[in-house]
């Protein structure tokens, strides 16, 4: 039987041929392809400064450092994510909370958000962690205006969305991980996500002092630069000056990930194209599509839908070979964060749409014939 997962990755023969290739140079860890990985990464996302790392979780993690999150230091984040969004605060000692989401995009209900932070003393909270989930950009221009007022930083986990953008009220593209509205973003290279590149990750900034920072916490802390050192003994000399991980990329991954990177609008396009394809075909159906607000470019890393017997639906694909996944069991309701205090109805439009979601193959590789029969699948199903 034919099978046909949720997401996948492509590896053409000529990403084979770059990781070959990568492979016969000096360098095989951290070496001159990370770097233009870095900067080819970052002028994709519209950022200034890219700093590769060997997952998506090291970034959220190294990123949470360079924010200076203290034990104690109070997080907001989603409960519609990937579980390391909120663990990353959790690993600095950090308190992480929730705002539930919108019933319709799926994001963190801003209004929610502010209402929230306005009940408390401004300081209570150090910063946000939004999630561009499935790869619907958060409309981070209100965002960072509630943000600057009580003082928030604003850390985007990009991982769903490179490629994604929406248009600000100067008329303007705002991409998701430019770091132009948020302090720093982080992304994912986990086969699933747009680019592969095994395991791999990048933050991006525009912000040279975190930037710096990023650096120092993704190779020990240690530095080797010049102009950061606090004594020079000589040309081996180098210094720890900050509790640093053993967070780098390879040269090996970058050449892949560099490789991937340059079909990577073209696959975005194609995502685009598979989606229009599925909210044609439910258009007269029970399946809730995705909420798509004009002047949003969505960078569908999933494509979620709602129906009313999720769990039937899951099973029914599954028996013809049809891997729909579930994003996400909310994270408040994981037995560790259950064990810190959270549970049932403390996100009630999370917990509902948990009911509800369920996500269709999506990757840029799905041909027309495939999705045409998960569409006739999930129809037979509902109908
Ligand atoms: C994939 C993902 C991560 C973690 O990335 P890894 O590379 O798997 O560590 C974090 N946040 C979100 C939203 C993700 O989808």
Not at 20 to 49: C, H, R, S
Not at 171 to 193: M, R, W
Not at 212 to 222: A, D, S, V
Request: aromatic share 12%; charged share 20%; proline share 5%.
């Amino acid at each position: 039987m034919i099978r046909i997962p949720y997401g996948r990755q492509e590896i053409t023969p000529e990403d084979i041929e770059k990781v070959t290739e990568a492979l016969q140079d000096d360098f095989i860890t951290q070496g001159p392809q990370v770097m233009k990985f870095e900067n080819l990464f970052a002028a994709y996302v519209k950022a200034k400064y890219g700093v590769a790392v060997s997952n998506g979780t090291a970034a959220l993690h190294i990123s949470n450092m360079a924010l200076n999150v203290q034990p104690g230091d109070k997080v907001i984040t989603t409960p519609i994510t990937f579980v390391a969004s909120a663990n990353s605060v959790l690993f600095c000692g950090g308190t992480v909370d929730f705002v539930d989401i919108d019933p319709r995009s799926y994001l963190m209900d801003l209004s929610k958000l502010e209402k929230k932070l306005s009940r408390v003393p401004k300081g209570t909270y150090k910063g946000i962690i939004p999630v561009d989930f499935a790869g619907y950009p958060v409309n981070m221009e209100k965002l960072r205006q509630i943000a600057d007022r009580y003082d928030l930083w604003i850390l985007e986990d990009a991982c769903h969305a490179p490629g994604g953008y929406f248009v600000d009220t100067r008329q303007k593209k705002s991409y998701c991980g430019s770091g132009e509205l948020s302090d720093v973003s982080i992304f994912s290279f986990h086969p699933v996500k747009h680019i592969a590149t095994g395991e791999g990750g990048m933050v991006t900034t525009r912000d040279k002092n975190l930037y710096e920072k990023l650096l120092l916490f993704r190779n020990h802390g240690i530095t080797k630069d010049p102009t950061l050192l606090h004594e020079n003994h000589g040309g081996w000399y180098y210094e720890m000056q900050e509790l640093g991980y053993n967070y780098r990329l390879t040269d090996i991954q970058a050449a892949l990930g560099m490789s991937q990177l340059a079909r990577a609008k073209k696959n975005l396009e194609k995502r685009n194209t598979i989606a229009k394809i599925y909210n044609e075909a439910f258009k007269n159906s029970p399946v809730l599509t995705p909420h798509v607000e004009t002047g949003y470019y969505h960078a569908y890393h999933l494509y979620v839908v709602q129906v009313a017997n999720r769990k039937g639906l899951y099973d029914h694909l599954r028996e013809h070979g049809i891997y729909a996944q579930i994003h996400y069991i909310p994270v408040h309701l994981q037995p560790y964060y259950q064990n810190m205090g959270w549970g049932k109805g403390d996100f009630p439009i999370a917990e509902k749409y948990y009911e509800k979601a369920i996500s269709l193959p999506m990757y840029p590789t799905l041909t027309q014939e495939l999705q045409q029969f998960v569409i006739d699948k999930v129809l037979e199903f509902v109908s």
